[in-house]
């Protein structure tokens, strides 16, 4: 966004250099991204002064040219050869001094001493074109007599040097997206920092109805999308280019001037932030300004003469009988301002940013009001914004205002209330800023406060800062005017934040996808929504844990699910039924939980939801082949597929403790959990759930947690290493323990005893029978020993084994067979 140095302090009073104002502007969060100076002739006439000519004689050698002496205010006289018809004595004129640039016809001459048919010249009497202050080349630019002698040439003729501050708007601060909200946030930093200054907006008081001689009534049909229309109608103007200081205040910004009553709304536009559009009012078939939408597919030709197809959602600025413009985005061909109009009807409107951005988006159109509308403009300056444009178009283009102010509603839009606590704002900063500098930064943000109690403050937001609607966006506005630089930074400093980059969820659902699918499995998309007598009699997940839906499409569609696994048995029992009988699914989806145990004033508290995978096998596995027999699915190909997914995500099974499954769900089946959280129970489903679904074949079933599964990648560290360099050992272990005794007890025991040497724990025989006592067990068990460092000896292998064998005799009561 550009600004123009001497358009900004048109209003706000102040002696800043552009530099000074630049660093202001960039420390409150309006960060100037260049600075560049802006000159309205090229080079700025440097090394250009007035002069008087002292003498005028014909050159010697020329008929056409002059010799001239030429005082410019130094010890000596120049001498000057012309070639000019007017040059005379005692004439005052604009001398290019020897080492001064000037730039005529796109071209850099630079003036030196030179001789001219053999006479010496040192400068050059200069004409109106070659300085760039007109066109005439027919003799040189004589000046009134009063011209004083020696004054530089800018400062006579009051050249104007501007700065131009290239801004990087954020998209939040649309308030700032015009020279009066700069100022506005320009003064509110000086008011706090030096001395209490305020952004003064023009008058408009003089504003008055000339004649109500041609009224254009306006109907809004669309109040959402356009919740305020303001109109008025101008009669006899005469369009012609702007003035002088209309078209340099365009042109100071980088915008070209087009005729003197765009121009008034271009200026507007960039004076206040809100966008207008000019109509003229002989176009408006049936003198009647309507808002709304048009049929889809409705033909509309914009402003660059392309024809475009409008959407049903596209809001219209219409006459009776077709669209004019795209609200808040283009002008149509046939509607705008041209050299012919004498009768303009100028809008002023507020309207809906949703509907202007997808407009925008649908026909690929951004311009400077789509830009404003799509982030929220302020309702309560159309009017202002009306007056304004209206009284500059009576001075640039002649005319008088023939109606009322047209004022289409939806009724007062008020300041927005925002809660403030003090003490909160204190913390967020990290420095407690006096109540009283707080107060006088809010008074210069223009942020009422309207009630105190206490710490709790509540504060009245002005209509045009449609980014501040909570406490931490005023905490920001506080503190950027404040200073961050004056919020010290102590001794110490306490880290809340982790840099821990969190895992992306959804690329991991990719990568669980792009494994099951590989291995045969297709995905299943099940409905939330599901039968609450499934849940009757369980403890896994009781029936009163189900959330109930108060009017359900059918008592099938009663509850939310709270697990995945019913949904993909009534897909299995679809399948089987059209004897599809070999299955490997799975599913990721939401479920729900009520609790009714829990005590809270917020009724969602007793809600809680979870992500979950379900896996499901039936089935063969190896379906009958003249090579080979058919294999079953059964409960290790399962947890082949569960152990393979923790294991991609840089878990370690040895580190996860394992519990029975709950034997409602499961025939047999495992819990893992990983530092205390659930994280995946998998096994046979009950024969007696399969009978509700009338499955006669076993099914497999796996439901793993997400979040703590994402919980758990977040913690979890895959790191890379080499190839151990030494040979691992193997000592395998029988032992005769309790019945009463589960292998994971004694895994976790082996890794609490050798933390180092141990690398793998692994079961491979359990026999109870012949030659065992009863309500005995032997186990079989290898252990993997390896040290990264050096060979292991048998001396380190014994130690190892024997302090393993005394911590099953002395914890377990094992004996060694």
């Avoid at 082949?640 to 995500?649: A, C, E, N, P, T």
């Amino acid at each position: 966004m550009k600004i123009s140095h001497s358009w900004l302090t048109q209003y706000l009073n102040v002696s800043k250099t552009p530099d000074e104002i630049s660093k202001i502007l960039t420390s409150i969060g309006l960060e100037v991204e260049s600075l560049e100076a802006k000159e309205t002739i090229k080079g700025g006439l440097a090394g250009v002064v007035v002069g008087e000519v002292l003498t005028c004689e014909k050159h010697p050698d020329a008929d056409k040219l002059s010799l001239t002496t030429v005082n410019v205010g130094v010890d000596q006289p120049l001498s000057i050869v012309c070639g000019a018809p007017n040059v005379a004595k005692g004439q005052k004129v604009l001398v290019a001094t020897v080492g001064a640039k000037l730039y005529f016809n796109d071209q850099e001459i630079v003036i030196k001493k030179a001789k001219l048919r053999g006479q010496l010249s040192e400068g050059m009497i200069c004409a109106e074109d070659e300085l760039g202050l007109g066109d005439s080349h027919d003799g040189i630019m004589v000046l009134p007599a009063d011209a004083p002698v020696g004054m530089p040439a800018a400062d006579y003729l009051r050249i104007e040097k501007d700065y131009q501050y290239e801004i990087g708007l954020t998209p939040n601060r649309i308030d700032a997206a015009s020279h009066y909200g700069v100022a506005r946030d320009l003064a509110a930093y000086l008011t706090y920092h030096e001395s209490p200054v305020k952004a003064n907006l023009p008058d408009v008081s003089n504003f008055k109805v000339d004649n109500n001689t041609l009224p254009i009534p306006v109907e809004v049909l669309n109040t959402e999308a356009c919740p305020r229309y303001c109109g008025i109608t101008i009669n006899g103007v005469k369009v012609a280019p702007s003035p002088e200081w209309l078209q340099k205040r365009l042109r100071s910004i980088g915008l070209n001037p087009i005729n003197n009553v765009v121009d008034v709304t271009n200026f507007v536009l960039h004076e206040v932030g809100q966008p207008l559009h000019a109509f003229d009012a002989d176009a408006i078939k049936g003198n009647k300004v309507i808002v709304r939408t048009m049929p889809e597919g409705t033909p509309f030709v914009t402003l660059d003469g392309v024809e475009r197809k409008l959407s049903a959602d596209d809001l219209m600025i219409c006459n009776e009988s077709e669209p004019m413009c795209i609200a808040g985005v283009f002008g149509g061909l046939h509607s705008g301002v041209t050299e012919k109009t004498t009768k303009v009807f100028l809008e002023s409107a507020c309207f809906n940013p949703v509907y202007v951005r997808k407009t925008g988006r649908r026909h690929d159109l951004h311009t400077d009001a789509s830009f404003r509308f799509e982030r929220g403009t302020d309702p309560n300056i159309t009017v202002w914004a009306l007056k304004r444009a209206a009284l500059l178009i009576k001075e640039v283009a002649g005319g008088t205002i023939s109606s009322e102010i047209v004022d289409v509603n939806s009724g007062p839009v008020n300041h927005f209330e925002v809660d403030f606590n003090i003490h909160r704002a204190w913390s967020l900063i990290g420095k407690q800023i006096p109540e009283v500098d707080i107060e006088r930064i809010l008074e210069g943000l223009e942020i009422r406060v309207l009630k105190k109690n206490g710490q709790q403050w509540l504060l009245g937001v002005p209509t045009y800062r449609v980014d501040v609607r909570r406490e931490a966006d005023v905490v920001e506005d506080i503190l950027r005017i404040y200073g961050y630089n004056n919020v010290e930074i102590g001794a110490k400093v306490n880290g809340t934040l982790s840099y821990t980059k969190k895992p992306d969820s959804l690329q991991m659902q990719n990568i669980v996808s792009d494994y099951l699918s590989s291995n045969g499995f297709a995905e299943i998309m099940c409905n939330s929504l599901t039968k609450g007598g499934y849940y009757e009699g369980l403890a896994t997940f009781p029936e009163v844990n189900s959330v109930k839906i108060l009017n359900p499409l059918s008592n099938e569609l009663n509850v939310l699910r709270q697990t995945l696994l019913f949904g993909g048995l009534e897909s299995i029992q679809r399948n089987i039924n059209f004897r599809n009988l070999n299955l490997k699914l799975y599913e990721f989806g939401n479920c729900y939980v009520f609790k009714p145990e829990v005590k809270s004033q917020k009724p969602l508290d007793k809600y809680s939801e979870h992500f979950s995978i379900g896996i499901w096998l039936t089935g063969d596995n190896i379906k009958e082949h003249w090579m080979t027999k058919p294999e079953r699915q059964n409960f290790y190909h399962l947890k082949g597929y569960v152990h393979s997914i923790l294991s991609r995500f840089g878990f370690s099974i040895d580190r996860i403790e394992a519990s029975e499954a709950p034997g409602d769900i499961y025939a047999y089946g495992l819990t893992y959990k990983a530092q205390g959280k659930h994280l995946v129970t998998y096994g046979m489903v009950s024969p007696e759930i399969l009978r509700q679904f009338d499955i006669k074949t076993e099914v497999f079933f796996a439901e793993i947690m997400w979040l703590p599964l994402m919980d758990m990648i977040a913690e979890s560290k895959i790191q890379y290493q080499e190839l151990p360099k030494f040979p691992e050992v193997r000592r395998d272990l029988a032992l005769l323990i309790d019945s009463s005794v589960k292998y994971e007890q004694i895994r976790k025991l082996a890794f609490e005893t050798e933390r180092k040497l141990l690398k793998s724990v692994n079961l491979f025989d359990v026999y109870q029978g012949k030659n065992i006592p009863e309500g005995k067990k032997s186990y079989a068990i290898s252990y993997i020993l390896q040290d990264e460092s050096k060979t292991l000896t048998d001396e380190q292998i014994d130690r190892t084994m024997k302090r393993l064998i005394d911590v099953y005799v002395r914890e377990l009561g094992a004996q060694i067979r």
